[in-house]
């Protein structure tokens, strides 16, 4: 009984201090995972986001490997022209 005590406090105080990691991967609010995601839907391969001034970078990799950025509204996540 003991060790079952001590292993869930160990993993409960590991979360604890997890949990700013993940709070602090926000694009404008929004999860970096949400923001990865839609921009995927939109036929993307979305590598990485990030605020870059007013708008999202995201880090987009094409079909032959080569990476690039592009630009997206944050509000509507539509690629800023």
Do not use: C
């Not at 991967?25 to 995927?40: L, N, P, Q």
């Amino acid at each position: 009984m003991r060790k079952i005590i001590v292993s869930a406090t160990l993993a409960a105080m590991l979360l604890a201090g997890a949990a700013p990691t993940f709070a602090a991967d926000e694009v404008f609010g929004y999860s970096a995972y949400y923001v990865t995601k839609a921009i995927d839907a939109q036929g993307y391969n979305v590598a990485d986001v990030e605020e870059w001034g007013t708008n999202i970078r995201a880090t987009v990799i094409d079909a032959q490997g080569h990476t690039s950025f592009k630009i997206f509204n944050p509000d509507t996540l539509a690629l800023v022209s």
